[in-house]
């Protein structure tokens, strides 16, 4: 996401490849809950390829659509999360977690990118 | 990450005793059936959280666990550090990373290790136990 953040074109699964040291199948295979998600856009045809389906999209939400939901600890099923109290450690954990990922945009990422680039950090 | 096993069933484990610390020491059978844990799960963290002066052992008939420090000087963020060796998100790069790992490794998860221990930071077991510390932090 954060390459494709960096191109202005379709980017093909080969050239995301080559950027991101990602084999191809796994690419594929990254891009179907993205796009599920309306984060990524696919076109067919010569000119086709990937491209970010958004501006400002978040960690959180590229995190949310590859992994689901962060949960520390599986608490969702868990009859006695009114009495624990460890379970408030996990929610403030879970809320720490979702709401710094929700505040760090890919765009954000891409520009720290292009800024280590300009210093010859690639 | 996910918090293993290890990690809160040592933290219940804290927690219970915190709450019964005016029992004396505690046998690990009675925070077993309290909690609704296995006994022999319990003394395998037991053990990891005495090393780490956590809790004290006490032999002997009528003997048990006690915390090791008072509750206001455990804090959780050591405590889970200890059980889960550690709680960071950031790996350390491999010797092949590319720039856009080394940006997102130091720019989102090595932030957000800084964000979560901020959050921990002087959150003790004593705050833990009172119960409604959590309401104003959410």
């Known amino acids: 996401m954060v390459y494709l953040a960096t191109c202005r074109e379709n980017c093909s699964i080969r050239s995301i490849s080559e950027a991101t040291g990602i084999s191809s199948g796994y690419l594929e295979q990254l891009m179907i809950p993205l796009r599920r998600a309306g984060l990524v856009q696919a076109e067919r045809g010569v000119q086709g390829g990937y491209r970010l389906a958004k501006a400002d999209i978040t960690c959180k939400e590229v995190l949310a659509a590859s992994e689901g939901d962060f949960e520390p600890a599986p608490c969702k099923n868990c009859t006695r999360t009114d009495a624990c109290k460890t379970h408030q450690i996990w929610s403030l954990l879970q809320s720490a977690v979702v709401d710094f990922s929700s505040q760090v945009t890919i765009q954000e990422l891409a520009s720290h990118l292009v800024e280590s680039e300009a210093g010859g950090g690639i | ?138």
């Open chain 2, 1 to 138: 990450m996910k918090i293993s096993t290890r990690g809160r069933y040592g933290l219940r484990l804290l927690v219970d005793i915190a709450e019964h610390a005016n029992e004396g020491p505690i046998a690990l059978t009675v925070v077993a059936k309290r909690q609704d844990l296995s006994e022999k799960y319990l003394q395998q963290v037991a053990l990891l959280l005495t090393r780490g002066g956590f809790l004290t052992s006490v032999k002997g008939s009528g003997g048990g666990y006690m915390l090791g420090l008072s509750s206001e000087e455990i804090m959780i963020y050591d405590v889970l550090d200890l059980l889960e060796g550690n709680i960071a998100f950031e790996e350390p790069p491999g010797s092949e990373e590319n720039a856009i790992e080394r940006v997102i490794r130091l720019h989102f998860y090595q932030k957000l290790d800084q964000e979560v221990k901020k959050v921990f930071e002087g959150l003790s077991l004593c705050e833990v136990t009172k119960a409604q510390w959590f309401t104003y932090v959410i």
